[in-house]
């Protein structure tokens, strides 16, 4: 990682560092916790007032996020889902009441102020299937095909490696698995340059991907199926969207595609030197990651 991603990175690390402990702060006083920030684009008013009501109030405060993923992934009872990003919990929790205690719900965070405030809150909720994880969303520290569903709220963006991230969620869901996440994102026409004009890095805006940036991001990773919805303008031509996509369900192609009985990970004679993609229409990079088992030498 360069210098200025490492910078980067820690810069947002200590703005949700801050974030949280101003939450906990607050909820220890008499009038309880404020929100982090009070924007029509961003924060706790995106979520409907039933689901606010039923959650913590430093759950609530804690949300900085740009839509509310759990309205839009359609979950199921049973199934297994996963927030990149998860604060103070927020989405977590009410993940958790859609899949049920059949199901469960994960949230990784790289934050341990977060990650103490997300604790504290699942504990206030009474929730019993829910797990946080101390990670990146560059390397999640789960297994290859284990999550039904992949949530996001206005995370990605702040992430300084976005192919990675495509890749490692790719990796933990499960064939048939699918992604339900909200971001920013900037219309194709404005440049790097000119995003960063209309807001900085950990405001979630000069780090946006465009349009055709983001769903080339999801192909390269794999993705079939992408849909990106805009749902609100965030600044001037930048846009909170609705990111879905779908992991294919894998078949035994090996016949078809002239994989060789050695074959591995979408590759022939995988890690030697005369590995070479199964599907020739890819690069071994991308066969590797499009496979989702974890294998990157």
Not at 97 to 117: C, F, I, Q, S
Request: charge should be negative.
């Amino acid at each position: 990682m360069s210098e200025q991603s490492t910078d980067l990175r820690e810069t947002v690390r200590q703005r949700y560092a801050a974030a949280a402990v101003k939450v906990t702060e607050g909820g220890a006083a008499c009038c309880g916790p404020e929100p982090v920030e009070v924007d029509e684009n961003f924060g706790s008013t995106l979520y409907a007032a039933d689901e606010r009501d039923a959650l913590p109030a430093e759950a609530v405060a804690a949300s900085l996020g740009c839509g509310n993923p759990t309205a839009v992934a359609e979950l199921r009872e049973g199934e297994r889902v996963l927030d990149l990003g998860s604060g103070g919990g927020i989405d977590v929790l009410l993940s958790a009441r859609r899949v049920g205690p059949t199901g469960k719900a994960y949230g990784v965070d790289m934050t341990d102020e977060m990650l103490a405030l997300a604790l504290a809150n699942a504990e206030k909720a009474g929730a019993t299937n829910v797990e946080f994880l101390m990670g990146t969303i560059e390397s999640i520290p789960l297994p290859a095909n284990t999550i039904d569903v992949v949530i996001s709220n206005c995370v990605i963006n702040l992430s300084v490696d976005k192919p990675a991230v495509f890749a490692e969620t790719f990796r933990v869901l499960k064939p048939g698995g699918r992604i339900g996440v909200s971001d920013v994102v900037a219309d194709d026409s404005l440049s790097p340059d000119q995003r960063a004009e209309r807001g900085d890095y950990v405001g979630c805006i000069a780090g946006a991907l465009s349009y055709a940036e983001y769903r080339a991001g999801l192909e390269a990773a794999g993705f079939k199926n992408i849909e990106i919805t805009p749902t609100h303008t965030v600044a001037d031509g930048m846009h909170s969207a609705i990111v879905r996509a779908t992991k294919p369900v894998t078949t035994d192609t090996s016949s078809e595609a002239g994989e060789s009985p050695d074959a591995c990970c979408g590759v022939n004679a995988c890690c030697t030197p005369a590995e070479a993609a199964v599907d020739p229409a890819q690069t071994i990079t991308e066969a590797k990651a499009a496979s989702g088992c974890g294998c990157t030498s």
